[in-house]
């Protein structure tokens, strides 16, 4: 994000910065909260996907903020007649355990395995950090071979959805997890911790399903097991995610899209075209190792055309219909 300043500044397009993750998180761990701030000062309009979010931003850069949150396809499945039918869990998301935290997951399903014996977990995604060995390992050292699978990247993961009973999303902290969207989508309750953020916000306790209190295997497990042991709950949540997924249909959050970006060229053309900057924005426009902007322009152009593609193909799309 921090070259898009360098790459805008010789134009008049109105820029929108779009953020995907936690906020904190980003300034924590991956950028500063100092230079953040400056980049955000550079845009037109702000994208956040959750409200929450907006207090990571200065206040006097909060009137540029839009929240718009991920969306999901606006044909819902039809309700599923027995969600105990085939007693499994789904866990989706890379292979990466500084993040995902799967191996809590594992541990806390074998704590309750002997209960549940009839139960299996299956873990979808692809390797990113070399995860997969050390699950592997945990699965043989807890003789979990028979009831938990690493099923790598799918192409056709709306199976695993279907078959499903419910979702746990064991992460350490989300932007917003499109996961538990795509959980509700296909009527499946959500697991997940109370402290992971984009989560927490999500899942409505007792209702959508289950927040964890702390961040352990136990605390999990005990969420886990009140769902596995209990049908009628399992089968109310199911109800209750459908209808929640139904706020996230794309035709909503594409006309917020739209409104967004409206209202930034809107603003733009009523203020004029010239960005004032003032010194300490000078100061960052030069810096030599941000200037070279060629590589990062050619990638944004072919993301750009990309982007045009789809986007055209889903106006036309809803233009028929």
């Given at each position: 994000?921090?070259?898009?300043?360098?790459?805008?500044?010789?134009?008049?397009?109105?820029?929108?910065?779009?953020?995907?993750?936690?906020?904190?998180?980003?300034?924590?761990?991956?950028?500063?909260?100092?230079?953040?701030?400056?980049?955000?000062?550079?845009?037109?309009?702000?994208?956040?996907?959750?409200?929450?979010?907006?207090?990571?931003?200065?206040?006097?850069?909060?009137?540029?903020?839009?929240?718009?949150?991920?969306?999901?396809?606006?044909?819902?499945?039809?309700?599923?007649?027995?969600?105990?039918?085939?007693?499994?869990?789904?866990?989706?998301?890379?292979?990466?355990?500084?993040?995902?935290?799967?191996?809590?997951?594992?541990?806390?399903?074998?704590?309750?395995?002997?209960?549940?014996?009839?139960?299996?977990?299956?873990?979808?995604?692809?390797?990113?950090?070399?995860?997969?060995?050390?699950?592997?390992?945990?699965?043989?050292?807890?003789?979990?071979?028979?009831?938990?699978?690493?099923?790598?990247?799918?192409?056709?993961?709306?199976?695993?959805?279907?078959?499903?009973?419910?979702?746990?999303?064991?992460?350490?902290?989300?932007?917003?997890?499109?996961?538990?969207?795509?959980?509700?989508?296909?009527s499946l309750p959500a697991i997940g911790f109370r402290a992971c953020s984009g989560v927490n916000e999500l899942i409505k306790d007792g209702v959508t399903g289950l927040l964890?209190?702390?961040?352990?295997?136990?605390?999990?497990?005990?969420?886990?097991?009140?769902?596995?042991?209990?049908?009628?709950?399992?089968?109310?949540?199911?109800?209750?995610?459908?209808?929640?997924?139904?706020?996230?249909?794309?035709?909503k959050i594409c006309d917020q899209w739209i409104g967004l970006i409206e209202r930034t060229i809107s603003e733009r053309e009523r203020t004029g075209s010239v960005r004032k900057?003032?010194?300490?924005?000078?100061?960052?426009?030069?810096?030599?190792?941000?200037?070279?902007?060629?590589?990062?322009?050619?990638?944004?152009?072919?993301?750009?055309?990309?982007?045009?593609?789809?986007?055209?193909?889903?106006?036309?799309?809803?233009?028929?219909?």
């Open positions: 994000m921090r070259w898009w300043p360098h790459i805008m500044k010789h134009t008049d397009i109105p820029l929108i910065l779009s953020e995907q993750s936690n906020p904190w998180k980003i300034e924590q761990e991956m950028w500063n909260r100092s230079e953040r701030q400056l980049v955000m000062s550079f845009a037109d309009s702000i994208h956040l996907s959750l409200p929450s979010y907006r207090e990571s931003i200065e206040e006097h850069l909060r009137d540029k903020v839009a929240i718009i949150p991920n969306a999901i396809a606006d044909s819902i499945p039809a309700s599923k007649e027995n969600i105990f039918a085939n007693k499994t869990i789904i866990a989706v998301g890379r292979l990466e355990d500084d993040v995902k935290q799967f191996s809590i997951l594992i541990k806390a399903f074998a704590a309750i395995r002997h209960r549940y014996p009839d139960w299996k977990l299956g873990i979808i995604g692809g390797d990113v950090d070399g995860s997969e060995k050390k699950y592997r390992e945990l699965i043989q050292q807890l003789d979990l071979a028979n009831q938990v699978e690493l099923k790598g990247e799918l192409d056709n993961i709306q199976k695993e959805y279907v078959s499903a009973t419910f979702l746990c999303h064991p992460s350490r902290y989300e932007g917003f997890p499109l996961t538990i969207l795509e959980s509700y989508y296909y964890a209190d702390s961040m352990t295997e136990t605390s999990l497990a005990r969420c886990m097991s009140a769902l596995m042991g209990n049908e009628a709950m399992v089968e109310e949540m199911s109800r209750m995610a459908r209808k929640e997924g139904q706020k996230y249909k794309i035709s900057k003032n010194k300490e924005q000078e100061r960052f426009l030069r810096k030599s190792y941000l200037n070279d902007t060629s590589f990062v322009r050619g990638l944004m152009k072919e993301m750009f055309s990309r982007w045009l593609i789809l986007t055209k193909s889903i106006v036309r799309k809803f233009a028929v219909h």
